[in-house]
């Protein structure tokens, strides 16, 4: 186990709704990073967040966004759903920003209808 | 543009076995590379992992080759089980970033 958690585990959406996923990081691990993963393919990075601010942007839209709380847990919104946001979305928490190790979580299955 | 890429797509090896999973990076900033392992309905699993500054390294039955002129890198698992059955991804990052770039993954089936 990584002591990365992730919630919910799976999540039901209509095109245009807005979506909020959660995570929860190692203790002590200050950044954190969030991915997409499409069915059959490796994960892609969406965002990283250090000690509570953006650290760094993937080729994803402004309308993926996140926050990053002291208490290591953070949050993934999506506004405009659309078919292809449909994925698994990871987590994974690494220590300073300059840790290259990084412990993912379960994961969030997201279906957009 | 894919910036790791890993071959094969596919991969069935008998038990005890040896499996070998390539990549290939194209950029030369890139100075960590590591393996994860995912499960079905899991999210990827740290295996092990390589800077440049070595050619090899081993980890009970997983090795990671390095060869930074040709910008490759394997993985061999050793003595292949039935339970290492998994998808397998490559990635690569500049030290310091955290931002991985992953391959497109292999799907490993180890027959019994």
């Known amino acids: 186990e990584t002591g990365v958690t992730q919630s919910p585990t799976h999540l039901i959406k209509t095109r245009g709704q807005q979506v909020t996923l959660r995570c929860s990081s190692q203790?002590?691990?200050?950044?954190v990073s969030w991915y997409q993963q499409a069915l059959g393919q490796g994960p892609q990075f969406i965002f990283q967040?250090?000690?509570?601010?953006?650290?760094g942007r993937g080729n994803f839209p402004p309308r993926f966004s996140g926050l990053q709380f002291p208490n290591y847990s953070s949050e993934l919104n999506v506004n405009a759903l659309e078919l292809d946001d449909s994925a698994l979305y990871l987590c994974?928490?690494?220590?300073?920003?300059?840790?290259?190790?990084?412990?993912f979580g379960p994961g969030t299955r997201l279906t957009v209808l | 543009q894919q910036q790791v890429k890993q071959s094969p797509q596919s991969l069935i090896v008998q038990k005890g076995g040896i499996s070998i999973i390539n990549c290939a990076y194209e950029?030369?900033?890139?100075?960590?590379f590591p393996w994860y392992q995912q499960f079905p309905g899991k999210g990827p699993a740290l295996l092990i992992a390589?800077?440049?500054?070595?050619s090899e390294k081993k980890e009970g039955r997983f090795t990671i080759s390095f060869n930074k002129s040709a910008k490759q890198f394997s993985l061999h698992i050793m003595d292949s089980q039935p339970g290492d059955s998994a998808t397998y991804f490559c990635?690569?990052?500049?030290?310091?970033?955290?931002?991985?770039?992953f391959g497109t993954g292999t799907r490993l089936l180890v027959s019994p």
């Open positions: 390589i800077r440049p500054d070595v």
């Open positions: 203790s002590g691990h200050n950044t």
């Open positions: 994974a928490s690494g220590g300073t920003a300059s840790t290259d190790t990084q412990y």
């Open positions: 990635a690569a990052s500049k030290s310091g970033f955290q931002k991985l770039v």
């Open positions: 950029n030369t900033a890139f100075d960590y």
């Open positions: 967040y250090y000690r509570e601010e953006e650290n």
